[in-house]
Nanobody, 126 residues
Framework: QAQLAVSGGGSVQAGGSLRLSCAASGYTSSHKWIGWFRQVPGKEREGVAVVNLPLGGATFSDSVRGRFTVSQNKVNHTMYLQMNSLQPEDTAMYYC???????????????????WSRGTQVTVSS
C-alpha cells in the first residue's frame, strides 16, 4: 500500500514563500495524479492544484494560480508545491493525495483520491 508524507509547512509573513514536499512510498506505480488540498477549520477541504504524473501537466485553483507551482522528482517519487506571494488567506492545513484515475474526473473531488498524507500547517501572518 502506498503512503504519502507531506512536509515543509511553517509560518511566514505575507509575501513570503514556502515549498511543500509530498514523498510517496510503497506501491506508487498506480498513481496517475497528485492533488494538493488545504483545509481551514470549519470549512470544506479545498483543491489547490493537481498534477498528472506521467505527463507533468498541472491545473490550479483560481485562488492560487500565478502564485503556486508544482514540480516532481520522478526518481525519488517526490512532488513539490512551491508557494510564492503567500497571503493570510493561504493559512490552512495542507495535504497531498494520490489518484489512480485514468479517465476524466473532477480533480477537486476528494473521493477520486485513494491515498492521503497527513497535513502540514501553513500559517501566513499579515
Amino acid at each position: 500500500q502506498a503512503q504519502l508524507a507531506v512536509s515543509g509547512g511553517g509560518s511566514v509573513q505575507a509575501g513570503g514563500s514556502l515549498r511543500l514536499s509530498c514523498a510517496a512510498s510503497g506501491y506508487t506505480s498506480s498513481h496517475k495524479w497528485i492533488g494538493w488540498f488545504r483545509q481551514v477549520p470549519g470549512k470544506e477541504r479545498e483543491g489547490v492544484a493537481v498534477v498528472n504524473l506521467p505527463l507533468g501537466g498541472a491545473t490550479f485553483s483560481d485562488s492560487v494560480r500565478g502564485r503556486f507551482t508544482v514540480s516532481q522528482n520522478k526518481v525519488n517519487h517526490t512532488m513539490y508545491l512551491q508557494m510564492n506571494s503567500l497571503q493570510p488567506e493561504d493559512t490552512a492545513m495542507y495535504y497531498c493525495a494520490a489518484s489512480t484515475r485514468t479517465t476524466y474526473f473532477r480533480w477537486t473531488d476528494e473521493g477520486a483520491y485513494t491515498d492521503w498524507s497527513r497535513g502540514t500547517q501553513v500559517t501566513v501572518s499579515s
